[in-house]
């Protein structure tokens, strides 16, 4: 099992370094850590009274790595999840903030064990994700990241701008599909032709 600054150091791998796509809601990113964040933590890393595209620029993967560890596992509580789960949601709360944990409430509820859909991880459903755990300890992991996957595919279903991210220029799986793959075993991986039937309306 991976140590939390491990799992950490994978996501800052799998985000890579600047970028600053106008298609993207987040702004400015590098490593992961976007422009916002950075603000919200005040992290004016070259001390001008301000945090702008400058300090994402000057942002390092150490320093990324301790701000996915403290305000993306620590804080929001992914620690008291039972432990398969820990690199999937730790991944996903990096990449979706709040709504990491609301696609795991919904899950939860759905397989018997009922929560609050509300983003925040506190008793009830960390409870949850105990028991439905302990009833299906082969199948959360999967069933949570299948659960992401379709997640990716609602946001580009509605909003056609973000179809490059689950489709590649070459029709194939894009960057949120993968990543959404590489944590679920590979007999629910989406064959090339379930992708394109299910990719099949975007145009």
Known sequence: MHTVRQIAKEIVAREGGYVNDPDDPGGATNFGVTIHTMRRLGLDLDRDGDVDVRDVRRLTRAQAVDIFVT??????????????????????????????????????????????????????????????????????????????????????????ASRKYARSRAGGKGGWIKRAEEFIAPRFHLSATQFQERVGTWG
């Not at 620690?79 to 990491?100: I, K, Q, S």
């Not at 859909?117 to 949850?128: K, R």
Request: hydrophobic share 40%; aromatic share 12%.
């Open 71 to 160: 305000h993306y596992f620590e804080r929001p509580r992914i620690a008291e999840l039972p432990d398969v789960l820990h690199a999937t949601v730790f991944d996903m709360y990096v990449n979706a903030g709040g709504n990491a944990i609301k696609i795991l409430q919904r899950l939860l509820t759905e397989m018997g064990f009922p929560c609050s859909v509300d983003g925040a991880l506190g008793p009830q459903s960390i409870g949850a994700a105990r028991a439905a755990y302990d009833s299906a300890p082969q199948h959360l992991v999967d069933a949570y990241g299948i659960a992401r996957r379709n997640y990716y595919f609602r946001i580009a279903d509605q909003r056609p």
